[in-house]
Structures are given as C-alpha cells and as structure tokens.
C-alpha cells in the first residue's frame, strides 16, 4: 500500500479544522504523539481502535492490555497510533473489535522506552462504541455505546455521542485491518512467554528478560558498549572475581576497564560484587547508544530478549542484547527502572534490591576477617569473657533467681507506684504504650547491669557495656539538642534500599567514597527527625545520685510523638511553627529558658574576650524594670509526663585497645532512647 504523505502546510489546516470538531475538554492524539501536551497530564480521547493486545497476568493482581488508536489528526499517517496500556482487573479489561470507538476519559500521558502514549490511572474511564451500530450523522451514537464495565463509571455526555458517528463515518479506514487480519493478530499477542530468569538460571543459547544493576561504567568500544551487571545471585558458569586476588579463573581479554584481560579483578580495582556474581553484557546499535548516554554505574536495568552464550574464551556465559528487527519485538530493550517509587516499584526488583543490601552487609563482615586472618589477629582477639564451659553453668541459675525477686518486687510495689504518679500531676496530653508495665525510676534505669560468669573455672563479675531493656518512666524535660529547633531536622541521601520494609536508613546506605566528598550533597535529600531529650526524674522519692539520662528520639518516634513529618525546617518557616507548638506541650517553657540561658552565656563570652569584669548586684528594681527582672528570674515551667525508654548499644570507635570491647577498634556505648509516646492535644 502507497503511504500518502501531505504537504506540511496542507496537513496543518486540515489537522486545525479536525481540531476544531473534538467535543470540549478532549484533545488530539497528534497534540499527544508531538508531545504538546506534558506527560503526566490527564486526557480526554477519542479514537478507532487499529491494534489489541489480550490481557495478561502480571506480578500483582491487575492484568495488563494495550490497545492502539488513531484519530482525525494522524488519519493521513496509516503507521502512526497512540498506544494505551491498561492495568486493570481481568474482568474490567476491555476487548473492543477492529474499527470500535473507544472514549478515554482521564487517561495518563507517559513516556516509556523513549515512546509517548497513555496509561490508565484509577480514575481512567473506558467506553466502547461498537462500530457496526454507529449510525450516520446527525443521529447519535449512543444507541452503538456498550453496557460500562464499571458500574461508577460516568457516562459520555451527548456531545460525544454526536461526535463518534461524525468521527466513525468520515475518519479514513485504511489504517484498520480487517476481522480476519485483526483477530489474528490479537492471537499471536496471546503466544507470549515469560522469559524472565535470575542471573543464577541463565544457561548457554537462551533468550531470556533479566533485571540487573550495573556494576561497572559501561565502554564504548567501536560502535558496542560493553558493561558489567549483576543481580547478586551466583552463576557457576561466570567470571570469579576475588577481593584478595588469591583465587580467579582464566580470564577475558582487553580493555582499559579490565572486561577482557588476564589481570585479577584486584589489579583491576574491581569494585563488587565478588564471587560469581556478575555478567558481561554487550550492546548493540540503538542499545549501544541509549547505554551510553543515559546508564552508569548502579543504575537497575530491565535487559529484554538478552541472549546468553558462552564468551570467545568458552569459559564463561555472557550477555548479548541485539537490535531484533521482527514485528513484535522491535524497539528499544533497555528499559532504567527507578528506585524512588516504593508504592509502583516493581517486586522483581525490590528482591533485588534486597539481595544486594544483604550481599553488601556480608561483604563488609567478610572483609573485616580477610583483614584479621592476613594480620594473625583472626582468632586470638576474642576476650576471655566470652570463653565458657560447656554444661552446667551455676551462674546462670542465680541470674534466674534474681530476675525472679526483682520480679516479684516490682510487682509488690506496682500499686504503690500507681498511687504516687496521681499525686505528681501527670501531663495528661503525653500518652505512651505498655499502660501495664511498671514504672521505673531514672536512677535504676541507668544503674550498669552486673553479669557473673565463669573464666577457666572461676567466677567472674563483668559490668555489662549494655543491655536490650524497655522500661517506663515518669520524667520531665530539663534540656534537648541540638540547642537549636531549626536543627532538629536533618537530611541524607536518598537510597534504593529506602523502597524495603526492614530498612532503616543510617549511614550503611552511604558510600565510603562519599563521605567527605561533594558528591554524598548530589540527589535527592530525605528529611529525617534526629534530636535528643534530657529526662529527669519525675517524683522526688525515686531521686537518686544519677537521676537524668539523654534520650535519644530517631526519625520514627519522633513522627509519633510530634505527628509531624520531617522537613526544612529553615526553608519552611510553618512547619517549624508546628514543631515548636507541639513541643509546647511535651516541656513548658524550656525552650524559652533555653534561650535565655544561651543569651547569657554569650554575652558572658563576649565580656571574657573583651576582658571586662564581671557584673555587680543589680540594684532593687524600679516599676519601669518590672519586665526585666520577670525575664532574669525565669524558671522552668513543665508538667512531668509518663513515657517509654529503650536501652541498646552502638559501636564506636576506639583508639585504646583496652576499652575495644565490640571489635577491634570498636567499643559499646550505652544509648537511651524514646520511643512508644505520643503528644496527643
């Protein structure tokens, strides 16, 4: 068949008059195809149905079909259409013939694999008009419009029903294929096959989907790109790449990059993952192309249609990915997936995502004995505290025992205790967890825990650095930090893992490369919730030598106990507005005091630099000073709350081997933290 092809300027004043035909509030698919209209917009369309794809299970419990529609607008352009995925559930799909009307109400405009079309959103409306009911203009099409396959879904209005028969009796055809040619083709869509396979399953002359990180930047090497991907699981037939260079396998040869050399993958400055983890994969034509401009390294990929075979060395499997020129499978079969989208991220690659969090926990532990074993430090720097007879350990039953009397106290005393908090006037508006569990005083929660245990054969009593403990506690806040609110926001980078429900953020998910460089400030930053409280004993009977303790309140407690989302606070002046009329409630008036205490310690510096001396007694105040001696004796103002407090360790670094009790270099230190509490005015 001959493509007409119009005149620019012909095509233009035909394509406006079209225009001016659409019923209000739909526009064009040539607007869509040209991009006029942004992505992410949401469009009314209407169109003649020219392609169909059955619908197919995926990952989750919608399924997934595409139709191909034209307009008015590409009418003189038979090869052009727009594309609409749908993702619905199997019984809400619709299955229009060749030629059918389809209304598109609220459709979502994308660009996916370099390509503009339409993808359905939860408020999307779909409608069919069957194309053998359609009457001729004037009448309506509304007797051609098929029964809603939702029931909720609104109706197209009358104005649309006018414009389908005049769209359906004047569009060129050309572009539809008959029933026979379009039912097979809708055929051949079912024929599909799920050709997705880990690393771990690939074997020699496959075609397969993978979904893999790049590990390596990609090399650009006379028209192919060659990089390194891996999705951390282990494939025997792969290149063995080991951090100590003691065990690699025959090698690949020749590039700067190290992809086809004898070196070892040390030499190489081989960054990961070890093992038999990671595949060489070659790119051709236009996948060369979008590899090098838009992939770097730690970037996940959907490789499509990749072929696996053995590399010229016929030791190990590599990855081929070709342009395939047959009718379904044309097109780019690089697709970037993105990490910043935990709600739509596709569960293939959350796994992982997972497995490479879980690699790299593993590698740094296993880097750590590399190093003991290569300085003979590997098993001789356990402490002798950790070395215990097998068999009956006397200790352990006096520990039982103790537990036990400190139980039963604790639970002679619960009463008494309930009596006492009524009396401390309690701020009702701080509400916590474990209303059942007893009340702990500070200076018993502080108190270092004893531990007797047996070195060869003989007892000994250990101060334990810390224990996993929960308690509660009556307290009121006496001071917090950082000193100033402003600061009790801070940011990090964004991470993949933050898309996995058992991570938690911290300073793992940062590069050791990074810190200290420019490059940890470039990203996307995540606000987080990061201050400390100073908790002091509540009732004066429980007051003991140590009767305060710093608490630390992460990301998490802190959004339970403000209600309040992380955020700039310097950028956004009423979110900091918020946080200090909820801290209102949790500590009076210190922040005011605070305050007042910095002033003068700042101005007590400043007359030390300018070597004045020191105030004298004020004088007896006048009526015009009243406020000011208000603002000189300021006190603390705040009613004591009930709460919830957590004991756990950290390891931290330590220059002296003697207090290294954690690791070598490393020490516990003991934090208190808050958790389980809420403001609730």
């Known amino acids: 068949m001959t493509l007409r092809q119009p005149s620019s300027s012909a095509a233009r004043a035909r394509n406006a008059t079209r ?12 607007d869509i195809l040209e991009e006029t209209i942004p992505v992410g917009k949401h469009v009314n369309v209407v169109g003649l149905v020219k392609d169909r794809r059955v619908p197919m299970e995926t990952n989750k419990t919608d399924w997934k079909s595409s139709l191909t529609i034209y307009d008015k607008s590409i009418e003189d352009e038979p090869d052009k259409g727009l594309l609409f995925n749908i993702f619905r559930p199997r019984s809400e799909m619709p299955e229009p013939d060749a030629g059918d009307v389809v209304v598109l109400l609220s459709a979502k405009v994308q660009c996916f694999r370099g390509e503009v079309s339409l993808i359905t959103h939860w408020s999307t409306v779909i409608h069919v008009y069957s194309a053998s009911e359609i009457p001729k203009p004037p009448k309506s099409a509304k007797q051609a419009l098929r029964p809603p396959l939702r029931s909720n879904d609104r109706l197209p209005a009358d104005e649309v029903h006018e414009y389908v028969s005049r769209l359906y009796h004047s569009i060129d055809k050309d572009a539809v294929p008959d029933a026979a040619d379009f039912s097979m083709q809708v055929e051949q869509s079912r024929n599909y096959k799920n050709k997705f396979r880990l690393l771990s399953e690939v074997e020699d002359f496959q075609f397969c989907d993978v979904i893999v990180n790049v590990v390596r930047e990609p090399f650009d090497q006379m028209g192919t790109t060659t990089l390194w991907v891996s999705d951390y699981t282990e494939n025997e037939h792969f290149y063995k790449f080991s951090w100590d260079a003691t065990e690699v396998s025959a090698g690949q ?3 700067p990059y190290g992809y086809t050399t004898f070196k070892s993958a040390a ?6 993952p070890y093992g038999k983890r990671s595949m060489q994969v070659t790119c051709f034509g236009q996948h060369a192309e979008f590899v090098n401009k838009e992939v ?22 590599e990855g081929f990915l070709r342009e395939d020129r047959t009718a379904f499978q044309s097109g780019l079969q690089v697709d970037i997936l993105a990490t910043d989208d935990p709600d739509n991220i596709n569960d293939r690659l959350k796994e992982a995502i997972r497995r490479k969090r879980d690699y790299e926990k593993a590698k740094k532990q296993q880097q750590k004995s590399f190093v003991a074993n290569a300085q003979g430090k590997g098993g001789d720097g356990k402490r002798k505290a950790e070395v215990q007879e097998d068999g009956k350990n006397p200790s352990k039953s006096r520990r039982a025992e103790k537990r036990a009397r400190r139980a039963q106290e604790l639970k002679d005393i619960e009463e008494k205790e309930r009596e006492s908090e009524a009396k401390l006037g309690l701020n009702n508006s701080i509400k916590c967890e474990n209303l059942k569990e007893p009340i702990f005083a500070v200076s018993s929660i502080v108190e270092p825990i004893p531990w007797t245990t047996t070195v060869d054969g003989q007892e000994v009593a250990l101060t334990l650095p810390f224990t996993c403990a929960k308690y509660r506690a009556n307290v009121r806040v006496v001071d917090f930090r950082p000193h100033k609110l402003v600061d009790f926001a801070t940011w990090r980078k964004n991470a993949e893992y933050d898309m996995l429900s058992d991570y938690s953020g911290g300073s ?19 606000w987080e919730w990061r201050f400390a409280l100073l908790l002091e004993e509540a009732n004066p009977k429980h007051k003991g030598e140590c009767d305060k303790l710093w608490a630390v309140v992460d990301n998490a407690e802190a959004q339970l106990l403000l209600g309040l989302d992380a955020s700039d606070l310097r950028a956004n002046p009423d979110d900091l507005d918020k946080l200090q009329e909820q801290l209102s409630h949790l500590w009076g008036n210190l922040e005011e005091c605070k305050q007042q205490e910095l002033e003068r310690q700042a101005a007590d510096k400043n007359r030390v630099a300018a070597h004045q001396p020191p105030p004298s007694s004020p004088p007896p105040p006048t009526t015009g000073d009243t406020a000011q001696t208000k603002k000189a004796e300021l006190v603390l103002s705040n009613k004591p709350f009930t709460c919830c407090i957590r004991q756990y360790g950290v390891e931290v670094s330590e220059e002296d081997p003697k207090k290294a009790n954690a690791s070598e270099g490393k020490r516990w230190e003991r934090i208190f933290g808050l958790f389980g509490t809420k403001i609730s005015s």
């Open 508 to 526: 793992d998910s940062e590069s050791d490369d990074d810190r200290g460089t420019l490059t940890r400030y470039a990203g996307e930053k995540i």
């Open 19 to 30: 225009q001016k035909a659409l019923p209000s509030g739909y526009v064009s698919i040539q």
């Open 296 to 317: 770097r390294v730690g970037t996940w990929v959907h490789l499509r249609n990749l072929q696996v075979k053995y590399g010229r060395n016929g030791n190990n499997l």
């Open 253 to 255: 040869d020749g590039d």
């Open 267 to 272: 030499t190489n400055n081989w960054a990961g």
